[in-house]
């Protein structure tokens, strides 16, 4: 069981837009900053956001990140086949003292 | 740009120890970063397992903390990972990153634990 909810799964159609939610409490993201991942099948995970709304170089504006609250949303606009991947989101957790994931996305484009 | 790689044996029997390396390239490990460990069962999601900075400093996942050492060597560069007692539980790729934000990851490596 992951300290952060996430839906196991989201779909849409090439060109359209997608948001995966990311759910926790005020012991992590309500205090503490967001990141993204972004891992495409058989290979490690990639930075895609972080602080809860900052794209590290070379990643699209097409990714986009949320935070309100104790939670945060990814969004992906312009939807492409490339995008078809798991995505996990991650914090510090101030009562665990320890980071945290989500369970994990599975992005789906159709 | 910070480069790193794992490094360790690939199969590990039951209740022995499952000891990893991940080599940093690009960058100094006494770095402001601090250096962590995360795991992934086949098939399943991340976990982060604990971090280390370069003056000794450690966080551990409260789970694994009673398993866990992480340790740093600054002349070679590197830092490492021992999870001892381990089960077939802990079959897993283990990924070393810079934390936090995890914006730079190894490749991963896969470890099993079978007789």
């Known amino acids: 069981q992951s300290v952060l909810t996430q839906p196991p799964s989201v779909s849409a159609a090439p060109g359209q837009k997608v948001t995966i939610s990311c759910s926790g409490s005020s012991s992590n993201i309500g205090n503490n900053y967001v990141s993204w991942y972004q891992q495409l099948p058989g290979a490690a995970p990639k930075l895609l956001i972080y602080?809860?709304?900052r794209r590290p170089s070379g990643i699209p504006d097409r990714f986009s990140g949320s935070k309100s609250g104790a939670s945060a949303t990814l969004g992906i606009t312009g939807l492409q086949t490339g995008d078809e991947a798991d995505y996990y989101c991650g914090t510090w957790d101030s009562s665990l003292n320890a980071g945290v994931f989500g369970g994990g996305t599975k992005l789906t484009v159709l | 740009q910070v480069q790193l790689q794992e490094s360790g044996p690939g199969l590990v029997k039951p209740s022995g120890t499952l000891s990893l390396t991940c080599a940093v390239s690009g960058g100094s490990i006494s770095s402001s970063h601090w250096w962590s460990w995360v795991r992934q069962p086949p098939g399943k999601g991340l976990e982060w397992i604990g971090e280390i900075y370069h003056i000794g400093s450690t966080n551990y996942n409260p789970s694994l903390k009673s398993r866990v050492t992480i340790s740093v060597d600054k002349p070679k560069n590197q830092f490492s990972l021992k999870l001892n007692s381990v089960t077939a539980a802990d079959t897993a790729v283990y990924y070393c990153a810079t934390s936090w934000p995890l914006d730079y990851w190894g490749q991963g490596t896969l470890v099993s634990v079978s007789s």
């Open positions: 602080e809860n709304n």
